[in-house]
């Protein structure tokens, strides 16, 4: 393979057979433009070599842009054994990290600015463009050979049709992301307006390099001490009320409210678990036992006895209402619903358990707990001897903008709180924090716990850059902000279509309600799902949730900001346009034709 070469910028001889990019603020061992072992690539010293400059390490390729210079396993740095890179000032071990990270395709175009891309041994890259038929000699990503439909027919093959996948009629086959953008196979760019995985933007250089950096030096068996472990936790426990304390890594939400259960029943002898209605808590035999939202729809179904589902405190559709009622009355109101199936639990002799809630409900059609529910509610569990949780897995990590969990505007302290999801910002992790008492349950009945993968190295480096990038870059007041000009622009949309019954939102988790009759309040689902696809259509991503599959939700990653905001209400103004207009003529037709009918 050639190897290039930057003339006029950088004064570096090149190393054999391959090229490394570094952009202008990206730095190799000790100072930027540094090279590898038998070559210094010294652009004047310390001094930014520009994003232009080159740097070369023998028998690899690997274009970093941004953040740090990635080298593979063949490949050495200055002063380091094989399979080292430079990342600033230090240096971390990275073991092949082709294998790691596979190159999607990349359309001619070029490079961004924030983008990541590892190059097999061999491949020649320039800073203008990755040609896409280069890869397909590689084998580095066979996927990327494959066309949508042969994919779509081995997912047909090798996948239960019981996963499903979005927009399943013409599933989206999304081969990159980045930041609040995703992107086809034809390099089409879409805009996440769901995506609450990605929690501070897709594949975030910061993120991918904690995780990938970890995976290159151990990730094994929890079992073996790591610094990463604890220093993550102590993370977790410093943003929650002083008395939890004590995590509980797993791998996700539904393993966090199956051991939280579990934990419950030991400590407090007592099996009965009192839910909200349509309440998500997950996949497992017992999580999907206290998910309505998914046996609601179950043929044959039998509810299980220990599982007691009071109403969904729903202020637009629920039994007590808005305007009717205050939102204070509300809580009141549908907290005394809880209180009276945990007194009917005490009168027949046992006590509850676990009262499990979403601090704000997702599934089940972005609802918001009407102001001062869990108070009461967690008073009435508590005095039958029960615990309550929090379940963040949806909310957390400053999604809402006024506070980090969005359990603490009820004023209250949960003896659980599970959190997920967004807190590897794809990579797969989760947890259960909980009360050292609660926690040392185990110890005493003398039950060992571990999990294999919960807690690995990877994942609490992962954990860690996230909850750091939510710091530095203030993405909580950043959702507070966003969040108040996406509401104020959903509720004059509102105001000018009859088809949003209602508008919700706290910072970037937010919810229209779709309806044919605001009146009576009569959801929409088909009009709603004539939405999604239009807004699909014009590149924007969104979805429907609730019992009714009529509630667009929104939760975009927290770096979505005020421009697309506008973008989204643009396209949506218009598709509810057509969709109005649609509905009058329908409704013209059908009138004319009663007409005659009558004639």
Known sequence: ??????????????????????????????????????????????????SHSTVQCEHSTVVWFSTAVWVTQHSTTQHSSVGRTAHKSNIFPVANCTSIMAIDDIAEGGLSNDSLVVVPNGLTVTKDKLLPASLQSTGISETTALTKADTLALRNKHISNSCT????????????????????????????????????????????????????????????????MVLCAQKIASTMPEQLSVVFFVNS???????????????????????????????????????PHKWHHLKDYKQKK??????????????????EHTDADLGRLYAGEVEKITDRIAKEGRGVGLFLAESLQSCAGQVFLPEGYLKPVYEAV????????????????????????????????????????????????????????????????????????????????????????????QLQNHAKRVGDYFLTGLIALQKKHRQIGDVRGKGLFLGIEIVSDRVKRIPDACTAHLIIMAMRARNVILSVEGPADNVV??????????????????????????????????????????????E
């Open 1 to 50: 393979m050639a190897v290039q070469k930057e003339r006029g910028l950088c004064n570096s001889e090149p190393v054999q057979h391959s090229t490394v990019w570094v952009t202008q603020h990206s730095t190799a061992q000790h100072s930027v433009g540094r090279t590898a072992q038998h070559s210094t690539a010294q652009c004047g010293s310390a001094q930014q070599c520009g």
């Open 165 to 228: 996948v979005f927009f399943h009629e013409n599933p989206l086959k999304i081969v990159r992301a980045q930041r609040q953008y995703m992107y086809d196979e034809n390099g089409i760019e879409y805009l996440d307006c769901i995506n609450n995985v990605a929690h501070v933007g897709h594949c975030h250089p910061k993120v991918v390099a904690a995780a990938a950096n970890q995976l290159a030096q151990q990730c094994t068996n929890s079992r073996f001490l790591h610094d990463n």
């Open 253 to 291: 939400g539904s393993e966090a409210n199956d051991l939280a259960i579990r934990l419950s029943r030991h400590y407090t002898g007592h099996k009965d678990v009192v839910i909200l209605d349509h309440a998500y808590h997950g996949t497992t035999i017992t999580t999907t036992d206290i998910s």
């Open 306 to 323: 220990w599982v007691h589902v009071a109403p969904q405190p729903d202020a637009y559709r629920g039994m007590f209402r808005s305007p």
């Open 382 to 473: 508590r005095s039958t001897g029960g615990l309550c949780l929090a379940d963040e897995v949806q909310t957390g990590f400053g999604r809402i903008g006024t506070h980090y969990w969005a359990f603490q505007e009820q004023g209250v302290i949960p003896d659980f709180v599970t959190i997920g999801k967004s807190m590897g910002n794809g990579f797969p992790v989760a947890a259960l924090v909980t009360t050292p008492e609660i926690a040392g349950t185990f110890v005493k009945m003398g039950i060992e716990y571990f999990n294999s993968y919960g807690g690995n190295a990877a994942s609490c480096a992962a954990t860690l850059a996230v909850m750091q990038v939510i710091e530095d870059e």
């Open 553 to 598: 939700k929104i939760k975009p990653p927290m770096c979505f900001t005020t421009a697309n905001v506008d973008l989204l209400l643009g396209i949506m103004d218009e598709c509810l346009s057509s969709a109005g207009e649609a509905a009058v003529a329908i409704e013209s037709a059908i009138e004319r034709d009663h007409v005659l009918n009558e």
